[in-house]
């Protein structure tokens, strides 16, 4: 079966750079959501997106945003890169309805900022 | 605010025991619940959810789980484990925003070691 997939899988950037993530939803998923997860830590919740529309927001710091495509891929766009926001970006994506539905998680990005 | 609380960072059992991995919620309605497995590295896993209906769900793997709304708990069972076990378990508990595609909330995971 088909499931989500994320590119770059992994990435390497310096402070102050900027970054983009891409996801492509599992086919017929409309639905995209967003986690950091930091060493050691368990995922954060970052934002989500439903029919193209932002749905849900976390803890999304200012310098990141984020918009989903007409085909329902997503693409996470991070500037003034710090030394903390190295982590690994999970997407995850959900059918309609999104609400209850549950959320297939892609491989990761693994961001690293030196 | 939602929060998932999982008390245990690290627990070790020996092959072919059985394994219990407690999770408590703090939600104001009715959650929903997941366990998803994490390997080293790698993305994350659904073992089972828990929407509505039956308390007791099953997953892959072997796994289930027990929803008990009085004790605010959904403790994550495996009559016998396997090596293969080994990873990372995370509770979570899905956000309630209103907005339909709601975030997940996140226990802190419990680290499963397998001893032969």
């Known amino acids: 079966a088909a499931g989500v997939i994320q590119s770059p899988r992994h990435l390497i950037k310096e402070k102050r750079e900027t970054a983009t993530l891409k996801c492509y939803p599992i086919?017929?998923?409309?639905?995209v959501y967003w986690y950091q997860q930091g060493p050691g830590q368990d995922p954060q919740f970052l934002i989500s997106?439903?029919?193209?529309?932002?749905?849900d927001k976390g803890s999304i710091p200012d310098r990141f945003s984020a918009q989903q495509f007409s085909d329902y891929h997503s693409e996470l766009n991070m500037s003034s890169l710090e030394l903390g926001d190295s982590a690994l970006y999970f997407c995850?994506?959900?059918?309609?309805?999104?609400?209850?539905?549950?959320?297939?998680f892609g491989p990761g990005t693994r961001l690293t900022v030196l | 605010a939602q929060s998932v609380t999982q008390p245990d960072i690290h627990i070790t059992v020996s092959e072919g025991a059985s394994l219990e991995l407690r999770c408590n919620y703090s939600?104001?309605?009715?959650?929903?619940l997941f366990w998803y497995v994490q390997s080293p590295g790698q993305g994350l896993q659904l073992l089972l959810k828990?929407?509505?209906?039956?308390?007791l769900v099953q997953g892959i793997k072997g796994f289930e789980a027990e929803f008990k709304r009085s004790q605010s708990s959904f403790n994550l069972r495996k009559p016998s484990v396997h090596w293969s076990d080994a990873a990372e378990y995370f509770c979570?508990?899905?956000?309630?925003?209103?907005?339909?595609?709601?975030?997940?909330?996140f226990g802190k995971g419990t680290h499963l070691i397998i001893q032969p």
């Open positions: 086919p017929r998923h409309d639905t």
């Open positions: 828990y929407f509505s209906g039956d308390t």
């Open positions: 997106f439903y029919e193209k529309m932002q749905s």
């Open positions: 995850a994506s959900s059918s309609y309805p999104p609400t209850r539905d549950t959320q297939y």
């Open positions: 939600y104001g309605a009715t959650p929903y």
């Open positions: 979570a508990v899905g956000r309630d925003s209103g907005g339909g595609a709601d975030g997940l909330t």
